[in-house]
């Protein structure tokens, strides 16, 4: 993991985000590319002549510019290679372009352009489109231990094969990891493409040992029961498959992705 790149925004969560950037980077050695995006184009009602839009570019450009000089003073003192770039975009599209040469992107749970309380459309779109992976990081973290206990949310399928190999580098830092799986019964588990001591044979090629952790579904939503078993174990990370679809042009994910990227309380790896 050598290139990361993190979304800036002008949100409560940009700081943290920038400190997990910064705590990987340590640990990988890795540069970090911070990355802002400023709206190229927009659709307003009644404005047919762009005047509203035109109007908003200097604000945008002028906060891009506050923003960049305070990182640029809070980084001074930084041992870490960094780079700022400000293309413009929508944020999905210009993070999904740097994608193509990246290790993995950092971004915040909420969608900072509404009112920084809804799960964010970004990370859907990167989950499901990025040629990386994709940590979503509460806004509430400000630092990021690579050496914590990992739960890595299994059900046999092939997006969690890719996010369990995706995440290589960081479980061979981990402390302890764990193979989880929520057992919804002998029917399941008999779908189960994959089960979960292949997984486990397959850290154990790359030096990583595992404990399978079979977890009863008791009556919750999936996601509430990784949640929970990540947290009593102290986990630092979740990594998980994301899963979905596109259907007339609207965004459709499995339950378990939806809920997940819903209530972030731990970061989460994903990819698709």
């Not at 923003?67 to 400000?86: P, Q």
């Not at 580098?169 to 189960?192: H, I, W």
């Not at 790359?206 to 174990?233: F, M, N, T, W, Y």
Request: proline share 5%.
């Amino acid at each position: 993991m050598k290139s990361i790149i993190v979304h800036a925004f002008d949100d409560e969560g940009f700081e943290n985000r920038l400190q997990v950037a910064l705590d990987l980077a340590r640990t990988f050695e890795a540069h970090v590319g911070i990355v802002y995006a400023i709206p190229v184009e927009a659709s307003v009602p009644g404005d047919f002549y762009g005047a509203a839009f035109a109007a908003m570019v200097p604000v945008w450009r002028e906060a891009a510019d506050k923003l960049r000089e305070s990182t640029i003073k809070d980084l001074g003192n930084e041992d870490i290679a960094w780079d700022w770039l400000e293309v413009g975009g929508s944020s999905s599209s210009v993070l999904l372009h740097h994608s193509a040469l990246c290790d993995l992107i950092i971004v915040g749970a909420r969608e900072p352009h509404v009112d920084g309380r809804r799960p964010s459309a970004t990370v859907g779109d990167l989950a499901m489109h990025a040629r990386c992976p994709v940590l979503v990081v509460p806004d509430e973290l400000d630092r990021f231990d690579a050496s914590a206990p990992v739960l890595i949310g299994w059900d046999g399928s092939a997006e969690a094969s890719h996010a369990l190999r995706a995440a290589m580098p960081l479980l061979k830092r981990a402390s302890r990891v764990f193979l989880a799986y929520v057992d919804e019964g002998s029917k399941a588990r008999a779908k189960l493409d994959l089960p979960p001591t292949q997984g486990a044979a397959y850290l154990s090629r790359h030096g990583v040992d595992c404990e399978i952790v079979e977890l009863p579904p008791q009556d919750r939503k999936v996601s509430r029961v990784l949640r929970d078993a990540a947290q009593q174990r102290k986990c630092g990370l979740v990594v998980m498959g994301a899963y979905g679809h596109w259907r007339l042009a609207e965004r459709v994910f499995g339950g378990a992705t939806r809920d997940m990227l819903s209530d972030v309380t731990l970061p989460v790896f994903m990819t698709h």
